[in-house]
């Protein structure tokens, strides 16, 4: 992002002046109050809004050489599921005869789903219910990540992904992608403090500004951090 600003329709900028810099194989939380530009700023990364100004530019390694398709894989807070199997869930869009079953069952391991998988009957192709009813929160932000993971994305984007899942699995979980995917980057957008500390660089988005707050050469302490999610988690529950 290179003074990057940003309104919609004309109005008032929701983001202004944005400078950010994402490293290949690095792990990047960017935190905001609700409303800050946090998914904005996602989704001119996306491609889904250009910018009033500035310019954003992508690494020749964030897309595929045959293809040209970006290799990037996004997981919003509420992922959409259909009324299907789990592995259909997690190779979504793909005909059955082109899924790849060892890809699907690796991250299943991978997002810590195996022991689910093991209790159900039919095991990946049981069913999961209208909207994923027959399956708790955390099980299915697991299967979402493990869709975006189906297409080895080069950057790894969760917004807000990991809200439902106990800090323990949610360490686990990016313990397993980490040592799994060791060209990866990812960008969380988050307020808790467990995903904070899984990344090494942290961006504060305030009132349409942006600064690193956070880097290996500055590390934040863990009361500082406790003290950014305490207020962010608390103007969640205004």
């Given at each position: 992002?290179?003074?990057?600003?940003?309104?919609?329709?004309?109005?008032?900028n929701?983001?202004?002046?944005?400078n950010m810099k994402?490293?290949?194989?690095?792990y990047?939380?960017?935190?905001?109050?609700?409303g800050?530009?946090?998914?904005?700023?996602?989704?001119?990364?996306l491609?889904?809004?250009?910018?009033?100004?500035g310019?954003?530019?992508?690494?020749?390694?964030l897309?595929?050489k045959?293809?040209?398709?970006?290799?990037i894989?996004?997981?919003?807070?509420?992922?959409?599921?259909?009324?299907?199997?789990?592995?259909?869930?997690?190779a979504?869009?793909?005909?059955?005869?082109?899924?790849?079953?060892?890809?699907?069952?690796?991250?299943?391991?991978?997002?810590?789903?195996?022991?689910l998988?093991?209790?159900?009957?039919?095991?990946?192709?049981?069913?999961?219910?209208?909207?994923?009813s027959?399956?708790?929160?955390?099980?299915?932000?697991?299967?979402?990540?493990a869709?975006?993971?189906?297409?080895?994305p080069k950057l790894?984007?969760?917004?807000?992904?990991?809200?439902?899942?106990?800090?323990?699995?949610?360490?686990?979980?990016f313990k397993?992608?980490?040592?799994?995917?060791?060209?990866?980057?990812?960008?969380c957008?988050?307020h808790?403090?467990s995903?904070?500390?899984e990344?090494?660089?942290?961006?504060?988005?305030?009132?349409g500004?942006?600064?690193?707050?956070?880097d290996?050469?500055?590390?934040?302490?863990?009361?500082?951090?406790n003290?950014?999610a305490d207020?962010?988690?608390?103007?969640?529950?205004k």
């Amino acid at each position: 992002f290179n003074s990057i600003s940003f309104s919609y329709n004309n109005d008032k900028n929701i983001l202004n002046n944005i400078n950010m810099k994402i490293y290949n194989r690095t792990y990047n939380a960017i935190i905001g109050a609700s409303g800050s530009g946090k998914t904005t700023l996602i989704d001119l990364l996306l491609g889904l809004y250009q910018p009033n100004s500035g310019k954003i530019s992508l690494s020749n390694s964030l897309y595929d050489k045959n293809s040209n398709k970006l290799l990037i894989g996004y997981v919003s807070q509420n992922s959409p599921f259909i009324d299907d199997s789990i592995l259909n869930n997690i190779a979504f869009g793909i005909e059955s005869k082109n899924i790849n079953v060892d890809t699907v069952n690796k991250l299943i391991d991978i997002c810590g789903l195996s022991e689910l998988i093991k209790s159900l009957t039919n095991g990946i192709n049981s069913f999961i219910g209208d909207r994923g009813s027959r399956l708790s929160g955390g099980q299915l932000q697991r299967i979402a990540i493990a869709r975006a993971l189906y297409r080895n994305p080069k950057l790894l984007i969760l917004d807000e992904a990991t809200n439902a899942l106990d800090i323990e699995t949610e360490k686990k979980l990016f313990k397993s992608i980490k040592s799994s995917y060791l060209d990866i980057s990812i960008i969380c957008i988050t307020h808790r403090i467990s995903t904070m500390k899984e990344c090494t660089n942290i961006f504060h988005l305030v009132n349409g500004s942006l600064s690193q707050i956070c880097d290996e050469n500055n590390i934040i302490d863990d009361d500082e951090l406790n003290k950014l999610a305490d207020r962010y988690n608390s103007d969640e529950k205004k």
